[in-house]
Every structure is written in structure tokens, then in C-alpha cells.
């Protein structure tokens, strides 16, 4: 079994900034793609950012030149480096694997993290 857990999650007032971080944990032997989505209350969940094995990222909008996505592939882990932030970035973030492969051949889709709560004050 793998799964995916984030932290760095918190209250923080506008114009700051958050690092998330998500770990994928298990007997791993690759990830695909990985990204980052929210969901605030209300709302339906969206795509914030993801990342390819190789590096290359796609971003949402809202999102674009305030947010960074990176990826450790040693250590399983993908991070949201989130600069500038506004209240309407307030929502539950949730970490994404496309894909996962155990070093048993077994491969795990659409894997998701329990979600971390990032909360922007005015």
C-alpha cells in the first residue's frame, strides 16, 4: 500500500507565504506525475499545479508567478512553495499522484493525500 501525506498547512495573513510539502510513503519504486488541487468550501476542487517526472509544471491562473511546484525524486516528495498569498487562496490542499508503481509491480492510480488546510486572514 503507498500513500500520500502533506503538511505545512496553517493560518498566515495576506501577502505571506507557505511551504507545502508532500511525502509519498510505501515500497515505491516511481511516480508520475504529481500536483496539487484545492478545494474551498463551496467550491468544486481545482487544479492549482502539477508537475512531470521530468520536471516540466503547468499552473493554474489564479496561481501563475506567486506559486512554485517542485519535485525531490529521491525522496518521493513534491512541494507548493506559495508567495503573495490572498484570502481567496484560503481552501483545503490536497496532494495528487497519476500514477505510483511498488517495487512489486503493483501500480496505484489517481492517489490522493488527506489534504492539509491552508487559511489566508485579510
Known amino acids: 500500500q503507498v500513500q500520500l501525506v502533506e503538511s505545512g498547512g496553517g493560518l498566515v495573513q495576506a501577502g505571506g507565504s507557505l511551504r507545502l510539502s508532500c511525502a509519498a510513503s510505501?515500497?515505491?519504486?516511481?511516480?508520475?506525475?504529481m500536483g496539487w488541487y484545492r478545494q474551498a468550501p463551496g467550491k468544486q476542487r481545482e487544479l492549482v499545479a502539477f508537475?512531470?517526472?521530468?520536471?516540466?509544471?503547468n499552473y493554474a491562473y489564479s496561481v501563475k508567478g506567486r506559486f512554485t511546484i517542485s519535485r525531490d525524486n529521491a525522496k518521493n516528495t513534491v512541494y507548493l512553495q506559495m508567495n503573495s498569498l490572498k484570502p481567496e487562496d484560503t481552501a483545503v490542499y490536497y496532494c495528487?499522484?497519476?500514477?505510483?508503481?511498488?517495487?512489486?509491480?503493483?501500480?496505484?492510480?489517481?492517489?490522493w493525500g488527506q489534504g492539509t488546510l491552508v487559511t489566508v486572514s485579510s
Open positions: 508537475i512531470t517526472t521530468g520536471g516540466s509544471t
Open positions: 495528487n499522484a497519476d500514477e505510483i508503481s511498488s517495487n512489486i509491480g503493483t501500480r496505484y492510480l489517481e492517489v
Open positions: 510505501g515500497s515505491i519504486r516511481s511516480i508520475n506525475a
